[in-house]
């Protein structure tokens, strides 16, 4: 590309008028953006795209995560404003605080320790059934499985009423896009809707049995701390809804990412075959490379310098994490994947106290999903070509096409 062409892309980029190659590669606008016009200007905000500057968003308490202000406009008084509002990642304390530690309570490394024996049957009897099939589709018949069981056990879902998880969590978070359809904002508002009615029913089932609170997450957001902080229905209900959707979204695409990553770089896989050990550092290197959420979003409760650039008190920034977990100055030979990288500070799962309360069960996932699934198909190879998700905020596939 040139260096007019760069120019070029970085001064016509909007978010919300995207081509259809840039779901292919985001990355290369992404670089132009990065070297051009870091701090880029959009509708209501700036667009930015440096490592250090969305990592200073991160740390900086003046960049609100509420979004109540930025969310009116677009979804109204419906269903879906009700739970982007009033989940844990698009609040700030003291909100944010409360249920985030009653998550974190069920989430320690002795709690995942018990979780990983659960992971390991589930990963083997998924990886036999793939393999007895001969040809499968690496997305429907496996990535998408691991999440929603994971999710469904730690709120201990009865397994027969798993069935419409996975709808509901892709409605609602494809209502996040920059901009979306009338079909997507009533499919959205639908599957809010259905998923706070099953739940009001769980919870009440639940409230009337209530489980082991060092493994069970909902009677832990039921009952609340110690100290008798509880959440009320309406934070519970929701923020039950987004355990599901962080845990299910960032988790596919991570287990689709790597697996594809590793199929299209044959060095990459052969250096894994030879040292199953990597398979930690390679978890971080499918994050930074093909990070699963790509986009993040602050406001500003006062004024602010960022870089050359003074943002003014309720401006929107735009974290590309995507392009920030691409940046040369913080990653030596970004576009190059190393599954041995280290050191390797990807922000995929953000930063500071809004970094990803499950993020450790998300490696966990990522770790044996993977590392499992290509240690027992060493002959697995691409029968096709992959259907890509074709959404800017999120990085996957909807099919894999493989076979054995």
Same mark, same amino acid.
């Given at each position: 590309m040139t260096v007019t062409d760069a120019l070029e892309l970085a001064k016509t980029f909007d978010p919300r008028h995207l081509s259809p190659q840039f779901y292919d590669d985001p990355y290369s606008v992404y670089a132009a953006l990065r070297a051009h016009d870091p701090v880029h200007a959009i509708e209501g905000g700036f667009f930015l795209t440096r490592y250090d500057d969305c990592l200073a968003v991160y740390r900086d308490r003046r960049f609100s995560s509420d979004k109540k202000q930025e969310f009116?406009?677009? /979804?109204?008084?419906?269903?879906? /404003? %009700?739970?982007?509002? !009033?989940?844990?990642?698009?609040?700030?304390?003291?909100?944010?605080?409360?249920?985030?530690?009653?998550?974190?309570?069920?989430?320690?490394p002795r709690h995942l320790k018990r979780l990983e024996h659960d992971l390991d049957i589930l990963v083997d009897e998924l990886v036999a059934d793939v393999r007895g099939r001969g040809q /499968?589709?690496?997305?429907?018949? /496996?990535?998408?499985?691991?999440?929603?069981?994971?999710?469904?056990?730690?709120?201990?879902?009865?397994?027969?009423?798993?069935?419409?998880?996975?709808?509901?969590? !892709?409605?609602?978070?494809?209502?996040?896009?920059?901009?979306?359809?009338?079909?997507?904002?009533?499919?959205?508002?639908?599957?809010?809707?259905?998923?706070? %009615?099953?739940?009001?029913?769980?919870?009440?089932e639940r409230?009337?049995?209530?489980? %082991?609170?060092?493994?069970?997450?909902?009677?832990?957001?039921?009952?609340?701390?110690h100290d008798g902080e509880q959440l009320s229905e309406s934070e519970l209900l929701q923020n039950c809804i987004f355990l599901l959707n962080?845990?299910?979204?960032?988790t596919t695409n991570l287990i689709g990412n790597g697996i594809w990553l590793l199929l299209s770089h044959g060095d990459e896989r052969r250096k894994l075959a030879t040292n199953p050990a990597l398979i930690n550092s390679a978890v971080e290197e499918f994050l930074r490379f093909e990070s699963p959420v790509q986009l993040n979003n602050r406001r500003t409760t006062e004024t602010v310098d960022l870089g050359d650039v003074t943002l003014a008190p309720g401006t929107s920034v735009t974290l590309c994490i995507a392009a920030a977990n691409r940046d040369a100055t913080a990653f030596p030979d970004p576009d190059r994947l190393d599954i041995a990288r280290k050191p390797n500070f990807q922000i995929a799962f953000g930063h500071s106290i809004h970094a990803c309360a499950g993020m450790n069960l998300a490696r966990l996932e990522g770790r044996i999903a993977i590392g499992k699934l290509m240690a027992a198909l060493p002959d697995l190879t691409l029968d096709g070509t992959p259907e890509r998700d074709r959404r800017a905020r999120f990085r996957g596939f909807k099919k894999i096409p493989a076979k054995t």
């Open positions: 009116a406009p677009k /979804f109204g008084d419906s269903p879906l /404003f %009700d739970h982007h509002t !009033t989940s844990l990642v698009f609040n700030d304390p003291p909100l944010h605080t409360r249920v985030r530690k009653i998550i974190m309570g069920a989430l320690t /499968f589709d690496l997305i429907e018949d /496996f990535a998408v499985h691991i999440p929603v069981e994971i999710i469904g056990n730690l709120l201990e879902v009865p397994k027969a009423e798993r069935g419409p998880l996975r709808a509901w969590s !892709t409605a609602i978070l494809s209502a996040l896009e920059p901009t979306i359809t009338a079909e997507q904002f009533a499919t959205g508002n639908r599957a809010v809707t259905e998923f706070v %009615d099953y739940l009001k029913v769980l919870v009440a409230r009337k049995n209530i489980g %082991d609170p060092d493994t069970d997450v909902l009677s832990r957001l039921i009952l609340g701390e962080a845990g299910h979204e960032t």
